[in-house]
Structures are given as structure tokens and as C-alpha cells.
């Protein structure tokens, strides 16, 4: 019975080995790579309210108005509610007006967000212009 058990044990082992290795050979298997939207380090700096390296890649030349992932400086700052940022954009020429795929501005994302000092900031800028 012993003998039996260790010999289908080894029969099994070496039958998933080997069907296994022939599948990792297999040119007709595909691998389906999922990939989601990548947003700029600036971008993502301003959103997580990395006010020193907002300050650095504007000093590096980095476009304030220059979209990612559909979506200006301006717009994320404004949907983060990250007001500090939100002036430096404003100050270094940011587009307010501009607009995303779905037709919304940084106010619009404000107010999606709830973001009252963002809002307040961006109508008192749009007013003096």
C-alpha cells in the first residue's frame, strides 16, 4: 500500500512538472497586461500636497497648464482642496478656465470635491481677470 501511494505521489509530481513547464513554453498563451492611466509626478506631487517638489519642478521648467491624465495642476489642486499649491499655480500662470474631457474646470472639481477654500480662491481669481 505504501509503495502504491509514494508511486502515484512521484507519478503526479512529475506529471504537473511537466505540464506546468510545456505551458510556460507555449508561444500561443497570452498574457493580458491591464495598464491604468498614468498621471505626471508633478501631478501626482500636487495632489498629495507636496508643496517642495510643486516648488522644484516649476523651478525645472514643467509646464503648470500641462494636462495628465485629462487633467491640468490647476484641476487637481482644486479637487484636493490644496489651496497653498492652488496659488502657486495661479501665480506661475495656471489656467483656470481651462477644461478636462468631461467638460469640468478646476472650479467644477472644487465643487464636485467640496473644496470651499479651493472654490473661494478660484472665483476670486476669476474675478480680477
Known sequence: ????????????????????????????????????????????????????????????????NEKSNGMTPAMYAARYNRVEILELLIKEGADLKSKCKKGHTALKYAELSNAKEAQALIKSTLKKK
Request: charge should be neutral; aromatic fraction near 4%.
Open 1 to 64: 500500500m505504501k509503495k502504491t501511494t509514494v508511486i502515484l505521489a512521484l507519478a503526479l509530481g512529475v506529471s504537473f512538472g511537466y505540464t506546468h513547464a510545456n505551458n510556460d513554453l507555449n508561444p500561443s498563451s497570452t498574457i493580458e497586461v491591464i495598464s491604468s492611466p498614468s498621471i505626471s509626478p508633478f501631478c501626482t506631487s500636487v495632489a498629495k500636497g507636496d508643496i517642495v517638489t510643486v516648488k522644484k519642478l516649476i523651478e525645472l521648467g514643467v509646464d503648470v
